[in-house]
């Protein structure tokens, strides 16, 4: 019979579990009761116990490392409590969030435990055993895989599962300590843009997709640089949209070109960016393939806004072309959710 | 005073992002139609580690970088005739398989079975560069593995920046979610860098660099070894292209107002 761990880690409020955890918990949940398994949960975090209150109600045996070494993601003391958490378990199959923090410890963890690791996971099924769907080459070929091996690590990509919401109760956790050496590597922080400088939204419900076009010779003939600023950091204030560009616009800096000052590599979307989920996307000025086809493969409702109604990029992978002039058309919508704001 | 760093990065190649990829099933498993005769280039994010590499090596004179790349010995050859040209380093390719399908802990185990063998390399002097993930797999997990393999316990994995002080020690930025980076300050190699797109431009084509590479590129490649990977229970239940293809309207005779107003409807709907 196979023994299900859940690892899961606080959020940077130190105190609850982040949402990507949640969603492993659920698919745990859900992997536990098909399989008739043993659920159990780890946790790791500098102080567990309100995050362990909140899966009180999973019936799931629960386990913890915590302490302050374990408030900060670092590879030596991360690693160290994911190995322990898997051992106490003697989990066959295990289950990790996507996160940054677990992402990079995950793969060290599996070859401690001589087991075996697969990443990016979206889906597990599977008729009698387990199998799980994971996308190769950026996105653009899907595949479903087994292995016979255990331990077996998942780790799942945000989003694909509903978030665990549960009674909260007084959680039975059992402590499990982890033996750290002097840590080489302190983390001294986040370094984020300001406030209202800050562009990337994972849970944003839009992406708003920027294309090379916004720094291209209009019809007077003249680059508009910082009108297409202004409009589009004007669309993102009023919708809460996140920022994603094309990788075309974002090189453009390291090509002496003029550029959108608020766009960093960050910023990029497809083949060598992010695959952002979000339920809409609108993509502006933008003719090139990996925004299209690989940075909108989780894109769920999709529109674009282009001036070349042959684009081929845009057919089959958008619900609606405008083809239109971008930069009146978002002028136009700014000025609409203005009024409507107002 | 300079720190000497022995720099090993970890790339492999990957078929140019521009092609149409259609997979196949073999008899070794799946693999790509036509792989063998895709153009290829360096992964990109592991291209990228490869340039932070060279330019930190620049900095500090007595520095090393050496490439070790798991590929067709044919296809290593095509690649490392563009590479060569970017930024002087040592190539250590191993004669193996294409592709994304093969299993990374295999590959992580050759890669640090080659990287141990090397010989002059200072293990305690070592940063470990690669891409966070491939263009292929694209799991993140090869060069966390290598790092475990080598004994190396301080692992940042998309790195975008490191910044080394006088004392061998080190501070890196990470990417986080939300668009944001992680500070870490290491005390110093070894240590694991998985490399984000860092912040440097591709570096021009230099003859002269060629040159000076190629000299130990062609001999290293008629030695490279042939290595197989052992599939480590990795089964394949199914490969297949997304069948999604979505029936596009395209919208001709609107006028701007009238689009906008769709938009805005569409954006305020739940």
Redesign the interface.
């Known amino acids: 019979m196979e023994t299900i761990l859940v690892l899961t880690h606080v959020d940077e409020t130190g105190a609850a579990l982040s949402k990507a955890s949640l969603e492993a918990v659920t698919a745990g949940k859900e992997l536990a009761t098909r399989l008739a398994a043993t659920l159990v949960i780890g946790i790791v975090g500098a102080d567990v116990t309100t995050a362990a209150n909140a899966l009180a109600s999973t019936g799931a045996r629960l386990l913890a490392v915590s302490g302050e070494r374990f408030a900060q993601?670092?590879?030596?003391s991360d690693?160290a409590a994911c190995e322990a958490l898997c051992r106490v378990a003697q989990a066959t199959i295990v289950l990790a969030p996507g996160?940054?923090?677990f992402?990079?410890?995950?793969?060290?963890v599996?070859?401690?435990l001589g087991g075996?690791?697969?990443?990016?996971i979206t889906a597990i099924g599977g008729a009698e055993g387990v199998?799980a769907t994971r996308?190769?080459?950026?996105q653009?070929?899907?595949?479903?895989?087994?292995?016979?091996?255990r331990p077996w690590l998942l780790l799942l990509d945000a989003g694909t599962h509903a978030a665990f919401a549960g009674e909260t109760g007084a959680a039975q956790v059992e402590q499990v300590a982890v033996e750290l050496p002097e840590p080489?590597?302190?983390?001294?922080?986040?370094?984020?843009?300001m406030q209202d400088a800050?562009?990337?939204?994972?849970d944003a419900k839009?992406l708003f997709v920027t294309g090379a076009g916004w720094t291209k010779k209009q019809p007077d003939g003249q680059i508009h640089v910082g009108e297409a600023a202004d409009l589009i950091l004007g669309f993102l204030r009023l919708?809460g949209a996140s920022l994603g560009s094309s990788k075309s616009l974002v090189d453009q800096g390291?090509?002496g070109q003029p550029v959108l000052p608020f766009l960093?590599?960050?910023?990029?979307v497809g083949?060598?960016g992010a695959t952002p989920r979000h339920a809409?996307g609108?993509s502006t000025c933008c003719h090139g393939?990996?925004p299209h086809v690989v940075g909108w493969?989780f894109i769920g409702?999709?529109?674009a806004?282009s001036l070349d109604?042959n684009c081929g990029w845009?057919?089959?992978?958008?619900?609606?072309?405008?083809?239109?002039?971008a930069f009146?058309?978002i002028a136009?919508?700014n000025?609409?959710?203005e009024a409507?704001k107002a | 005073m300079a720190n000497v760093l022995h720099i090993v990065v970890c790339a492999g190649i990957v078929?140019d992002?521009?092609q149409t990829?259609e997979?196949v099933t073999g008899p070794n498993g799946?693999g790509?139609k036509n792989e063998m005769v895709l153009p290829a280039v360096l992964d990109?994010?592991a291209a990228s580690s490869l340039y932070e590499a060279a330019n930190l090596a620049g900095k500090n004179p007595g520095s090393k970088v050496w490439l070790v790349s798991l590929g067709p010995k044919a296809k290593l050859q095509q690649v490392m005739m563009t590479v060569a040209q970017k930024v002087a380093f040592e190539l250590v390719p191993i004669d193996g398989p294409i592709g994304?399908?093969p299993?990374?802990?295999s590959t992580?185990a050759v890669l640090a079975d080659a990287i141990a063998a090397l010989p002059g390399l200072d293990r305690n002097r070592l940063l470990l560069f690669g891409g966070w993930e491939s263009?292929?797999?694209?799991?993140?997990?090869?060069l966390?593995?290598v790092?475990?393999?080598l004994g190396i316990?301080?692992?940042?994995?998309?790195v975008?920046q490191i910044d080394l002080n006088e004392d061998g020690s080190f501070?890196v930025?990470?990417?986080?979610?939300?668009?944001?980076?992680?500070?870490?300050?290491?005390?110093?190699t070894p240590a694991v860098l998985g490399w984000?797109?860092g912040n440097l431009?591709?570096p021009r084509n230099n003859p002269q660099v060629g040159m000076a590479n190629m000299r130990t590129i062609m001999p290293a490649l008629q030695k490279a070894k042939p290595t197989t990977l052992a599939a480590?229970?990795?089964?394949?239940?199914?490969?297949?292209?997304?069948k999604q293809?979505?029936?596009?309207?395209?919208?001709?005779d609107?006028t701007?107002?009238q689009?906008?107003?769709e938009?805005?409807e569409?954006?305020?709907a739940e």
């Not at chain 2, 930025?173 to 110093?188: D, K, T, Y």
């Open positions: 993601p670092r590879y030596a690693a996160s940054a923090r992402t990079r410890v995950a793969a060290g599996a070859h401690r075996l690791i697969d990443t990016h199998e996308w190769f080459y950026r653009r070929v899907e595949a479903v895989l087994s292995r016979d091996a080489r590597t302190t983390v001294s922080g986040i370094r984020a843009p800050q562009t990337i939204r994972p839009m919708t390291g090509d960093t590599h960050l910023n990029q083949q060598t809409k609108l393939e990996e493969r409702d999709r529109r806004i109604p845009t057919r089959g992978k958008a619900d609606v072309v405008y083809v239109a002039d009146t058309v136009k919508v000025e609409l959710l409507k | 078929p992002p521009l990829l997979p799946p790509l990109p994010w994304g399908f299993d990374a802990h992580a263009a292929t797999r694209g799991a993140g997990v090869t966390q593995i790092g475990e393999r316990t301080d692992q940042f994995q998309g975008d501070e930025l990470e990417r986080i979610e939300g668009g944001r980076h992680q500070v870490s300050a290491c005390a110093g984000a797109t431009a591709e480590n229970g990795l089964r394949y239940v199914s490969v297949s292209l997304p293809q979505r029936t596009t309207r395209v919208v001709k609107m701007p107002d689009i906008a107003a938009l805005a569409w954006i305020g």
